[in-house]
């Protein structure tokens, strides 16, 4: 057993250094908004988000597909969410997670995240006002993830994801894996979590919209002058994130529990920053309220206080355990985000 938790503990300090070693290349240059499909930092579910999305920690909850895949061992029923949130002015997001325990074999999940915006016109340098045509952008995720408990405390997972992002004819795939685990310590109970999300291939779009008309010798005469080209884009990473966390319970009792976490993040296309958040859990965990504070330590951050409620695990019929969620995030440019979960456990 020793050897197994001393094991255990060697896979955690693997991927925090892994982390490190792969986000911080740049040697103090942050590369704001240098990656490709940013929509994989947007948070996943209504009370991590209403926590600061201090939650690489956390356990029972489907939303751990997205912020660490070892925590879905945790989960001891099968729980479906649907996550919505009308993100920014004309934008939507969408989730949804599936999770299945396996017994003593694991446990796996499947997960799909969605950002569409609406139809917008089509403009051009000769009609500013629109050529009558529209279009639509999107970004989609899918993912399938397992988890396993390596010893009583100690839990792993991962993801692998296939990503795609589209704009009128145009697009750019990849494949991306997450990984993750948690340890609960002896030490009345204090969680320690830390997961790497989004390493994976560059991403390069292509498409009719990239097509050109080219003239290749416009000197001379008696040459094609149609000739189709192709406009060549770079290639962008995924946006890498490193997390490391630590929760734990100040106050657990049937009428109250009191829940406090906090999160570092390490990214690929930002500085450093610090998630901080709380949960408070009533009448057996009928009623939890919770709050946070995204992006703290963070120059120039967008994202800050947060808040949450949500009525847990009603049951409706027989063994069917229904939760319903919301959460409120502040915006410093882009005004508010409102976010709403459903959760069933079955």
Known sequence: MKKIITYSKNILVQIVLLGFLQISYAGGITK???????FLRIP???RATGMGSAFVSMINDPSALYWNPSALASINSNALMVDHSPWLPGISFDYFGLVLPLSDLGTIGISATVLQTDEMEVTTPTSPMGTGETFTASSISLGISYSKYLTEQFSIGGTFKYIRETIFNSSATGIAFDIGTIYTTPLAGIRLGASISNFGTKMQISGEDLNVRVDIAPGQEGNNQSIVGKLNTDEFDLPLLMRIGISGELLNTNNLRWTIAVD????????????IGTELGFLNELVRIRAGYTELFLEDSEANLTFGVSLNEIKVISNILISVEYAYQNFVHLGNSNRFSVMIKY
């Open 264 to 275: 570092g993040v390490n990214p690929n296309d930002n500085s450093q920053s610090v998630n």
């Open 44 to 46: 996943v579910g209504a």
């Open 32 to 38: 704001v908004g240098t990656s490709a499909a940013p």
